[in-house]
């Protein structure tokens, strides 16, 4: 062997592992969802808008590995498990309880920020709000919380109603919670509901002839990631049933559906992504305490509710933060 071509080869296998160290000085963020990536991607684009913000540019000095569970709940363990086995920075588990579940069960060691609907202490993911303690922070939108605002916002719009349906994924954890919450919400109120449930795509079509049948007056969409990553397909099930729907995210409104009340999601995966910047940037989930909305958006399509023959009253009018017309 010539010496040049010694020189060469040992000066390339030298360099083999400071390209590697150099690959490995980029943090990686893992990115755990319950939805799909289509539906999902103007969320996805306020999360890595808050990467920017903080400094941080994909593909430049921070690398994230995303890992999606289709609306399959059950996929979220092993998907959780493998990003577990990437020697993460932070994981970030998204899309509501079952991923943030599934990462605290997969890691104590791995910081962990999640954004859910419901109450974090409840489901066992903190110990307080304030202090979260262990490995694990995050943010809760309250979405599963707020059933009963949504109930009575419906029943504005539709005053003469006696029975109002109530769609429930059964495979969603809270789920049990929220038909609890509604039912007594309406009762309260004066009024029957009845639970209709629907766990995949092909139980959309006989939920809502269950709805049709039962002659229902309205019906209720309940918080569920799995029923955001299908809102198309609910928001036009409601339409050619002609029943008057009220659903947790503008994003359903906007698309056509009669009536949205909850948080803009997009800021909440906006905030999710600073605090997993600041825990790349050394803090630890422990001292980050629990974001909660401060404020949610109403919002109503006049536009649905003309086809529907309603006449939204104004003081209805007068409290939305948004009108599409």
């Known amino acids: ?125 903190v110990a307080s709000m304030n202090r979260p303690g262990g490995n694990v922070t995050g943010l809760t939108l309250l979405t599963t919380e707020i059933e009963g605002k949504r109930l009575g916002l419906l029943q504005e719009l539709v005053p003469k109603a006696t029975l109002i349906a109530v769609l429930v994924n059964p495979n969603f954890p809270p789920a049990e919670n929220q038909q609890r919450d509604v039912l007594e919400a309406a009762s309260r109120a004066g009024l029957r509901s009845t639970v209709v449930l629907a766990g995949s795509e092909s139980e959309f079509e006989p939920a809502f002839a269950t709805v049709v049948e039962k002659r229902a007056d309205a019906l209720m969409v309940c918080a569920d990631p799995f029923f955001n990553s299908r809102r198309d397909q609910l928001v036009a099930l409601a339409a050619h049933h002609k029943v008057p729907t009220i659903y947790e995210l503008r994003e359903y409104a906007l698309g056509g559906g009669l009536m949205s009340y909850g948080v803009n999601i997009v800021e909440l995966y906006r905030q999710a992504a600073q605090y997993a910047a600041m825990i790349l940037k050394g803090a630890k989930p422990s001292d980050l305490p629990i974001v909660q909305p401060t404020k949610f958006d109403f919002v109503i399509n006049q536009k649905a509710a003309k086809v529907l023959g309603l006449d939204v009253p104004d003081r209805l009018l007068a409290l939305a933060d948004e009108v599409v017309e």
């Open 1 to 125: 062997m010539r010496r040049r071509d010694l020189v060469t080869l040992i000066g390339g296998a030298a360099a083999w592992p400071l390209a590697a160290r150099a690959q490995q000085s980029i943090p990686v963020v893992g990115f755990l969802n319950s939805q799909s990536a289509g539906p999902f991607s103007h969320m996805l684009a306020g999360f890595q808008r808050g990467l920017r913000e903080a400094g941080f540019l994909e593909g430049q000095n921070v690398a994230i590995e995303y890992r999606w569970a289709e609306g399959h709940y059950e996929r979220l363990p092993d998907l959780a498990n493998d990003l577990v086995r990437r020697q993460l920075a932070v994981l970030v588990a998204t899309g509501g309880e079952p991923a943030a579940l599934a990462a605290k069960v997969a890691t104590q060691a791995i910081p962990i920020v999640f954004l859910i609907g419901g109450d974090p202490v409840k489901e066992g993911l």
